[in-house]
């Protein structure tokens, strides 16, 4: 079955402690990307990927940082979580840049992020 | 800042009737615009993309697309209580980032 993964799907940290939240994909996409989902703010883009060893920042990439090693995976690290990145994190992933391509693009599951 | 606007709702329709949806986008040089749809404590769904000026239809759904204006749309035909959700307008940027608007919150009711 084609789809995105993400773990851990619930997490409770304190603040300091860094984290890492995974994000694989089956599909042999190009394109992977991270957001964060807040009330009232939509769905804010921290970092995205066109390939293997190139990434750039999103909209909100303070705090954050991210490593694509494989085309599969892109996770995401947080180094020194703080409670302003409590937040629902999605990963997104889709076959090409999305300037006309077409491309749908595919979102995990989600994980809920508590930061103390 | 470059952003994406929608009126936050909720918006609510009666089961049968058309739902429309509205968004403005602020950076000029965009040329991809997307509709997704999250269901509560869901994922979010592409339902439509569009590039060029003019209308998409894709069954009851119609995206609309006017680049002078920086205005697209989405029309729901036939409402039903399934299309009961959240709708997400995005925007990818010229450079290729994606914005998304804060969200249409849509109830259909029977």
């Known amino acids: 079955e084609a789809q995105v993964t993400q773990n851990p799907r619930y997490l409770i940290t304190v603040t300091g402690k860094k984290l890492t939240v995974t994000c694989s994909q089956n599909?042999?996409?190009?394109?992977m990307s991270w957001y964060r989902q807040d009330p009232g703010l939509g769905l804010r883009q921290i970092y995205y990927?066109?390939?293997?060893?190139?990434?750039d920042k999103g909209d909100v990439p303070e705090g954050y940082k991210v490593s694509r090693k494989e085309k599969r995976n892109f996770p995401l690290i947080l180094e020194s979580p703080s409670p302003n990145q409590t937040s629902l994190y999605f990963c997104?992933?889709?076959?090409?840049?999305?300037?006309?391509?077409?491309?749908?693009?595919?979102f995990g599951p989600g994980t809920r992020l508590l930061v103390l | 800042q470059k952003e994406v606007e929608q009126n936050s709702g909720p918006l609510s329709v009666p089961e049968g009737a058309i739902a429309s949806l509205n968004c403005t986008y602020s950076?000029?040089?965009?040329?991809?615009f997307f509709w997704y749809r999250q269901y509560s404590g869901k994922s979010p769904e592409l339902i439509m993309s569009?590039?060029?000026?003019g209308d998409k239809e894709d069954g009851r759904f119609t995206a609309q697309l006017n680049k002078a204006s920086q205005y697209v749309s989405l029309l729901i035909r036939d409402s039903q209580p399934s299309d009961s959700a959240t709708y997400l307008c995005?925007?990818?940027?010229?450079?290729?980032?994606?914005?998304f608007g804060a969200g249409t919150r849509l109830t259909v009711k029977p």
């Open positions: 599909m042999n996409h190009e394109y």
């Open positions: 997104a992933s889709s076959t090409g840049g999305l300037g006309g391509s077409g491309e749908t693009q595919y």
């Open positions: 990927s066109m390939n293997v060893e190139v990434t």
């Open positions: 995005a925007v990818n940027t010229e450079n290729n980032d994606m914005r």
């Open positions: 950076d000029r040089g965009s040329q991809s």
């Open positions: 569009i590039y060029s000026n």
